[in-house]
């Protein structure tokens, strides 16, 4: 008998698998909603909690204390992910955040005090959405001077300087108009201590986050210039 004649092997077709893993992009997906949830109701809290914004130290803490709960129920579950998944998530930066935010937190829940400072770095969560969507284009494989990247990008520029960096200045002017006041007089050392340590942290780490951002960012728009400067120098020797 002759031999059969077997059709030819399909070409073998690229894999479009996300590089994505699953601790990776669950992770990225919590915080997103962790942050949209405490970010929106803090802005909200911010705008309109009369006892707060009152008495930013010793105001009524009621509606302050369940945001922080809901960040404090985040932070810790994050922190058992990241040391579960260290190989793939880790970062060490992410856990002196996480654990610095947790002490601060603590006395607000304890003891009631320093609301509506614990309320206002929580607004600095309203950049981790940008931040998350970034890792989200990387792990799909988006090209990295596609639209969509380029604005995200450059959104996530502007909120993180907007929620993270602008309110540094005032933020710390605050603190040294209070300085030596009864209020704060009788929050106590540690408390005192926990407040101050606990934010000066958090914005070494925001100031550095801030500095590659804003690297990466001029980086891409500069390399945008150039392709379109080229693209319109070959067109006018074109024409």
Aim: aromatic share 14%; proline share 5%.
């Amino acid at each position: 008998a002759g031999a059969r004649n077997h059709p030819p092997p399909l070409p073998a077709r690229r894999s479009r698998r996300p590089r994505a893993s699953r601790p990776g992009t669950r992770h990225r997906v919590v915080s997103t909603c962790h942050s949209l949830v405490v970010g929106i109701f803090g802005l909200y809290i911010f705008l309109f909690d009369e006892a707060t914004i009152a008495d930013p130290l010793w105001g009524d803490p009621s509606l302050v204390k369940v945001n922080i709960a809901i960040a404090s129920g985040y932070l810790i579950s994050d922190l058992l992910i990241l040391i579960l998944y260290w190989k793939v998530i880790g970062d060490k930066y992410f856990v002196i955040h996480h654990c610095a935010a947790l002490y601060a937190y603590f006395f607000i829940l304890r003891d009631g005090v320093l609301a509506y400072v614990g309320n206002f770095r929580l607004l600095a969560e309203l950049s981790s959405p940008f931040v998350n969507q970034r890792w989200f284009f990387e792990a799909l494989e988006y090209p990295k001077f596609s639209k969509a990247n380029v604005i995200n990008g450059i959104l996530m520029t502007v909120v993180f300087f907007i929620v993270r960096i602008a309110p540094i200045p005032p933020f710390y002017s605050y603190i040294y108009s209070v300085f030596g006041t009864e209020a704060y007089v009788r929050l106590g050392l540690l408390r005192q201590s926990a407040w101050i340590c606990t934010c000066v942290v958090l914005d070494v780490m925001n100031v550095m986050w801030m500095i590659k951002i804003s690297r990466g960012c001029i980086k891409v728009v500069s390399l945008i210039r150039q392709e379109k400067a080229k693209s319109s120098l070959q067109n006018g020797k074109l024409d």
